[in-house]
């Protein structure tokens, strides 16, 4: 006997199963004794029952493939369809791994020795990979050696045929089935039955690998609103009441979690050693007032700025001043933030109600704008510092300003200078200041002012544009001193 080749090319013989039963009852005179019009309605009810058999797999295939969660449950019907749909002893479905290698995935025989010649076969070709290494091999090449070795083991009286399972593309497997019929053939028919079997396989596997990565986004979607819950959480849900002040703050993130950070943190008077602090002293004595970013945007900027939160909180107890905090939290954070590739800007300052002084220093951050309503003038707050975690030996500056009634500064972050419109013009901080200042000639109620430049750089960018970076504000304005 001829083994058919394995490989799909178009076969001459175009025969239907039952095609050659007609053949023969054309040729036998007497027709097994029945009368020619009987033989022929029990060959078309013979083969109406095998058209309603295919139909009936055929349709069992496609339910399971529709109702099936678990991938490995419908592949373990897939030789078994395959062969039954074309009457064949058996078949083997080899599937890729991502490695390169083989794997048999589902094999179904009528004859064990069959079973363990295919998996020998396998065994072979594996052999061959991690030998020669499967970067070596194509998957065309790949295949071609895998059609070559099951027909070697299968031997020659064995009739077989195999397809390629084809998923996106690309070549995920190979579908194997077998007869040992003397009289069996691969007919042009029985060849598409199998190709649907292997479509039908290849949509099994492209949905599983699509449910597969829907269940990884949305794990992802439920972390980041886990991420966003707990950075909302950190920020100050309002905005603290300061004897002589009043306060206004947003944060906008440009994704779900944000680099972003602002604080207001109360630094009371420390309590002599064993004497309770009196009532009056429970107030605190100065106010922290913070803003920073990290670089970055998503959950790494986010971990950062929670990190930073906590760090910053733990070194204000201290008391030291905002210079000394700057650097002791740049050594502290400077491990954790040297391998990262990413790097925090910080303004940090002290807002001492009872003397309205405000002492600051700068770790490389956008500096905060003071609108002197006395002069009527604009004062950049900054002071010489690096980046918190570039450089561990790094120095920071102390300084201080004395508020008078009605001014207002206003903390930011780069994403109000760095917002940019369709033509590509950045904000900047000209802008910035030319609003600012208009925003205090007009309003004297802060909420009112971050509002104006909100709506100055939304503005700007356009009503179809969205902020590439998160934005901050933070406005504080002295309260003016009441008429006589």
Not at 122 to 134: F, Y
Not at 141 to 167: K, P
Request: with cysteine; aromatic share 6%; proline share 5%.
């Amino acid at each position: 006997m001829t083994t058919v080749p394995i490989q799909e090319q178009p076969y001459p013989q175009n025969e239907t199963p039952g095609a050659s039963a007609v053949r023969r009852s054309s040729d036998d005179s007497t027709y097994g004794g029945k009368t020619p019009v009987l033989a022929l309605k029990e060959l078309v009810a013979r083969l109406q029952r095998e058209q309603n058999k295919i139909q009936d797999l055929l349709i069992s295939l496609g339910f399971a493939l529709r109702s099936f969660n678990n991938l490995n449950q419908f592949l373990e019907l897939i030789p078994l369809m395959a062969s039954r749909v074309t009457d064949a002893d058996g078949g083997a479905l080899v599937l890729f791994k991502p490695n390169g290698q083989l794997r048999l995935d589902q094999v179904h025989c009528h004859d064990t020795h069959q079973c363990q010649d295919i998996r020998k076969a396998l065994e072979r070709v594996n052999r061959q990979l991690i030998a020669t290494g499967e970067e070596a091999f194509s998957p065309e090449e790949m295949s071609a050696l895998l059609d070559r070795e099951v027909e070697q083991f299968l031997g020659e009286n064995t009739r077989v045929f195999g397809t390629a399972i084809l998923a996106k593309k690309t070549e995920r497997g190979r579908l194997y089935i077998f007869s040992r019929n003397s009289e069996y053939t691969w007919t042009e028919s029985r060849q598409k039955l199998v190709r649907l079997v292997a479509d039908q396989t290849a949509v099994a596997i492209e949905n599983d690998e699509l449910s597969v990565e829907l269940r990884k986004k949305e794990r992802l979607d439920r972390e980041l609103e886990i991420g966003a819950e707990i950075q909302n959480q950190l920020l100050p849900r309002q905005c603290p009441t300061i004897k002589g002040v009043e306060l206004a703050a947003r944060c906008l993130t440009a994704g779900r979690v944000g680099g972003d950070y602002y604080d207001f943190i109360p630094i009371h008077p420390r309590p002599l050693r064993d004497r309770p602090l009196p009532e009056l002293q429970l107030v605190p004595a100065r106010w922290s007032l913070t803003i920073g970013d990290v670089m970055g945007k998503g959950v790494p900027a986010g971990l950062i700025m929670t990190m930073l939160r906590g760090m910053l909180r733990a070194e204000v107890l201290n008391g030291h001043s905002p210079a000394r905090i700057l650097q002791h939290l740049n050594q502290v954070m400077y491990a954790d933030l040297e391998n990262s590739n990413r790097f925090v800007t910080l303004f940090y300052s002290e807002y001492e109600p009872q003397t309205q002084i405000l002492s600051y220093s700068n770790a490389a951050h956008n500096p905060p704008l003071l609108w002197q309503a006395a002069t009527k003038t604009i004062k950049r707050l900054d002071t010489m510092g690096m980046l918190i975690g570039l450089d561990m030996e790094s120095d920071y500056e102390d300084a201080q300003v004395q508020l008078q009634p009605g001014d207002t500064v206003i903390y930011y972050t780069d994403g109000f200078t760095d917002a940019s419109n369709k033509h590509g013009d950045r904000f900047d901080e000209d802008n910035l200041i030319q609003v600012f200042r208009s925003a205090c000639q007009q309003y004297s109620d802060p909420q009112a002012i971050l509002n104006h430049l909100f709506n100055c750089v939304q503005e700007f960018i356009g009503p179809d544009n969205h902020t590439r970076d998160d934005m901050t504000l933070v406005v504080i304005r002295v309260q003016p001193t009441p008429s006589m």
